[in-house]
């Protein structure tokens, strides 16, 4: 992840400055902005592999740039909020955002973060899970996976409802391929978070309740079912 870049939007001096520094000394290049609209000349000047968002920033808030990147990119997004149990948490899940940080947090968790949603991009732009692919295809031949009128390509990365293509962001790509290489398990919320968010450690599980809500939103409403106290399954 070699100069990898990074666009910052943050409009505090000293937590901008400071998590620049961090991020420069971890390889990063980064581009840091205090606000909004200038985040979205920084996004459009030059497009960034990974966009850090605060959502409460002057001008164009967090959550507004996060909708006006996702109109034309599928660019990595993680939302920084200063309060876990905001709304404003879901809202910028809902506009689009992959992940999203509470405030105050640790530098190295704020890294290892964002190397997560940078390994779950490449991945889906690639084979998600190398060994899993090659087990799968040796077994049954098959790259395309059919559950009624939804198909999921999982060498081509491409999903058609009706023939007509849906588009995913990757971590969207993923969290469906979870669920269509095994339907009719049921998968629980931890489970998803490790395997589709690439979490060690516990996280907020409202994060993939909401891109489970996107998804059926593009794949079909009653296509996953929630199996309460448990978690969620693809219907076969």
Do not use: N
Request: include cysteine; glycine fraction near 10%; proline fraction near 5%.
């Amino acid at each position: 992840m070699a100069d990898t870049h990074v666009l910052f939007v943050e409009d505090d001096d000293v937590i901008r400055e400071a998590l620049q520094l961090t991020l420069e000394r971890d390889g990063f290049r980064v581009t840091a902005v205090p606000d909004g609209l200038a985040g979205l000349d920084a996004f459009r000047a030059d497009r960034p592999d990974v966009a850090l968002l605060d959502v409460m920033v002057p001008g164009l808030d967090g959550v507004s740039l996060c909708r006006r990147i996702r109109d034309d990119s599928t660019v990595p997004v993680i939302m920084l909020s200063a309060r876990a149990d905001s709304i404003d948490v879901v809202l910028g899940l809902e506009a689009g955002a992959d992940d999203y940080v509470t405030k105050p947090f640790d530098g190295a968790v704020l890294v290892a973060r964002i190397r997560a949603v940078l390994r779950r991009f490449q991945h889906s732009r690639q084979d998600p899970d190398p060994d899993r692919g090659a087990a799968e295809d040796a077994g049954s031949g098959e790259s395309v996976l059919s559950f009624g009128d939804l198909e999921v390509d999982t060498e081509g990365m491409e999903v058609r409802r009706d023939g007509a293509p849906v588009p995913l962001t990757p971590t969207e790509m993923r969290l469906l391929l979870e669920f269509s290489t095994a339907p009719g398990t049921v998968l629980s919320r931890d489970q998803l978070l490790e395997r589709v968010w690439d979490y060690g450690w516990g996280g907020d599980t409202r994060v993939v309740d909401v891109h489970v809500q996107r998804l059926r939103a593009k794949i079909g409403q009653q296509r996953i079912e929630t199996v309460r106290g448990f978690g969620y399954k693809l219907k076969g």
